[in-house]
């Protein structure tokens, strides 16, 4: 089966990602396969209560998701987005899923957009700042889905 790897790095201190693929993909399965999130740390420890936790990505084209409101749903009110589990006190966190669901078309340009339980944007470190401020932030999420086909869509011909 074919993989399409969304890799998100550290970036403007924004808590978006812009991803470019080779070209579109029709509707098709799809199953999230894993996420591996890593985050700053310089020696700070997150609070106790706050360790483990759940990191919204938002797949989307404009303000249309990748994923309707049907196939990712929430209890958080955070419907179309998906869910990664991790620890905010390690610099690696790697997760393993199984989820299938039908994708939208996958448009060739889109952006990734990280949020917290909160609805809180979650920044990627801005490389432009001191990096001992930064504890916590993100400095890279990669998501690996499996993919049904990976040629082009009748739009793209």
């Not at 303000?63 to 620890?87: G, R």
């Amino acid at each position: 089966m074919p993989l399409l790897h969304i890799s998100c790095k550290a970036n403007d201190g924004s808590n978006k990602c812009f991803v470019s693929i080779p070209h579109q993909l029709h509707p098709q399965n799809v199953i999230f396969k894993k996420s591996v999130i890593r985050t700053l740390l310089n020696g700070g420890v997150v609070a106790s209560f706050d360790q483990t936790s759940t990191l919204y990505a938002q797949l989307a084209k404009g303000k249309t998701s990748i994923f309707s409101n049907q196939e990712v749903m929430n209890s958080d009110d955070m419907n179309a987005y998906l869910p990664l589990a991790y620890n905010k006190n390690t610099v690696h966190s790697e997760s393993d899923y199984h989820i299938a669901f039908e994708s939208g078309m996958i448009p060739s340009n889109f952006e990734v957009n990280f949020y917290d339980h909160d609805h809180i944007p979650q920044p990627f470190i801005d490389a432009t700042q001191p990096m001992l401020a930064q504890d916590g932030k993100l400095l890279a999420v990669d998501l690996y889905f499996e993919i049904s086909d990976i040629t082009y869509s009748n739009a793209d011909k």
